[in-house]
């Protein structure tokens, strides 16, 4: 796989800019002669693997930790208990076991390499649009202008804050994560667990992820204590099995993880069937917290089967990034000489790339 | 004086952008995707009201459509849990085929309505489905005065 961030500017391999007055070259055709992808220029900290189809956060946390831990923990308890209970018991434990595994490792990997629901940044125009709005809102000259809009969501005044990275104002439930430096839509929150931002299109994903494991570790768990019992009861003593069996390998691991586990499952089932986010939970959102007379969640559908089946069922958003796309421009022919042209021409993602290779070019001249 | 182009190349090759207007999102009915149907006094000269609210509820009525819950959906969604989600990597899912029968009807419409107008828009999601971005174009080989009058007509605000 590939591990493809920002390039490093390499001076030597810099060629002289275009002249504005030749021919505009094709639109993919940059300086290098290679089209470049979205994801290479991607302003966000995150990493693209296989050529833009898997995207992380740059933190990748302790995503290698758990994926370890379940394997280890799974490793075990095929190699030490189940052909003792495949023996004593039914051979149908290694299969639920297997598949299991199987389920949490995909929603693992599902969570941590999608995108979460990332907003693109706006473009120079729209950012100039709206700081145009935001300038024409009345302001007195002494008082910046307010970075906040009010909308009306099913008769209830939600406010949208401008985000100063993105330049744009956040649609609802849209939450900037400062470690992904990425507006997320739905954003629920970062985690560590599994190296990425839990959003709109990868919740489900991160769910059946949870939900899956915590069957998986009491499935372990319950195994080994059957196993250590079947062994115990053949004279020996249960102090004196756990001594000499291998079946005590797996049991350290899957005992921690039913007890952190199932809370997680417990909690993210509330948020689920009240079709909240853990960041609305915790900034107590719509808890009228402030007295208000009508502040009940404007999302919820108020019937928590509903709520469940919108989010757990509904339909999958598209990814809004379009990382494998190429960089384009979308102005048409440039007029011969630059003082000429209109005040607003659309500018593509490669002007950052030039403007930097140009800053790069003054620095080691 | 309104810019009469025949087709979108020749727009492209004739006509230099003079400015870009921005269709908010409604936020009205919640995170569903829906674009304000206001029309913007900048297309004011430019094109029929009637016929830019069209395009604007067309564009609605696909997105709804899109993320319509229903059976079909819940249909999907099951499939796919049950699959671990695998199945979205092999299969197109309800809502980018409407997503491609968006781009279409955009195409479409700025060959027969906005091309001809000077006018082109741009497919939301290109800008994460966030605002309708529609292009203005002058003609080149028009005066200096039409241009100066779209940008004081643009700086006027909404």
């Known amino acids: ?365 | 004086m309104a810019t009469e182009f025949h087709t979108l190349q020749e727009m492209q090759h004739s006509a230099s952008l003079a400015t870009k207007v921005f269709i908010q999102r409604d936020y009205s009915e919640g995170t569903v995707c829906k674009f304000q149907t206001k029309f913007p006094s900048e297309l004011d000269s430019r094109v029929e009201r009637t016929l830019f609210e069209d395009t604007v509820k067309t564009l609605n009525n696909f997105y709804a459509e899109a993320e319509k819950i229903g059976g079909q959906s819940y249909l999907e969604g099951c499939m796919a849990c049950a699959t671990a989600y695998v199945i979205f990597l092999c299969m197109e899912t309800r809502y980018e085929k409407v997503l491609k029968k968006i781009s279409r009807y955009i195409l479409e419409q700025n060959e027969k309505i906005y091309a001809p107008r000077g006018l082109l828009i741009t497919d939301p999601i290109e800008r994460g489905m966030r605002v309708i971005e529609i292009s203005i174009f002058e003609d080149r080989s028009s005066s200096g005065s039409s241009s100066g009058s779209s940008s004081t007509s643009s700086s006027s605000g909404r």
């Open chain 1, 1 to 365: 796989m590939k591990n493809c961030e920002y390039q490093q500017i390499d001076p030597r391999a810099l060629s002289t800019p275009t002249p504005t007055t030749t021919p505009l070259p094709p639109p993919c055709a940059k300086k290098t002669g290679r089209p470049r992808r979205k994801w290479e220029v991607f302003p966000g900290r995150n990493r693209f693997y296989c050529d833009g189809r898997i995207i992380v956060a740059r933190q990748m946390g302790v995503l290698p930790l758990t994926l370890g831990l379940i394997l280890v923990t799974s490793s075990l308890f095929f190699i030490f208990d189940c052909p003792f209970l495949v023996a004593h018991l039914t051979g149908c434990i290694p299969a639920i076991g297997g598949l299991l595994c199987v389920f949490v490792v995909v929603s693992l990997l599902q969570t941590s390499f999608s995108d979460p629901g990332i907003l693109p940044r706006a473009t120079p125009e729209e950012a100039a649009d709206i700081e145009k709005q935001i300038d024409n809102s009345g302001s007195s000259s002494y008082r910046p202008p307010p970075r906040t809009r009010e909308v009306l969501i099913r008769q209830q005044v939600v406010k949208l804050k401008y985000c100063f990275t993105c330049k744009m104002f956040r649609p609802p439930r849209t939450s900037h994560c400062s470690l992904c430096d990425n507006c997320v839509e739905r954003f629920d929150h970062h985690c560590p667990w599994v190296g990425n931002c839990v959003g709109k299109r990868n919740y489900r994903f991160f769910y059946t992820f949870i939900v899956s494991l915590s069957f998986l570790t009491t499935f372990i768990f319950g195994c080994v204590i059957t196993h250590l019992t079947l062994r115990s009861q053949s004279g020996k003593g249960l102090v004196l099995a756990l001594q000499e069996s291998p079946a005590r390998y797996p049991l350290p691991l899957s005992f921690i993880n039913p007890h952190a586990i199932p809370e997680r499952v417990c909690f993210h089932t509330y948020l689920v069937a009240s079709n909240l986010t853990t960041n609305e939970d915790i900034k107590g959102s719509w808890s009228g917290k402030r007295g208000a007379v009508d502040s009940g969640n404007p999302y919820s559908y108020n019937n928590i089967f509903t709520n469940c089946c919108v989010v757990l069922c509904g339909p999958m958003p598209p990814s809004l990034i379009d990382r494998r796309g190429f960089v384009l421009t979308d102005t048409p022919p440039a007029a011969p000489q630059e003082a000429e042209l209109p005040h607003f021409v659309a500018k593509n993602d490669a002007n950052m790339e030039e403007s930097c290779q140009e800053f790069a070019l003054t620095c080691t001249a």
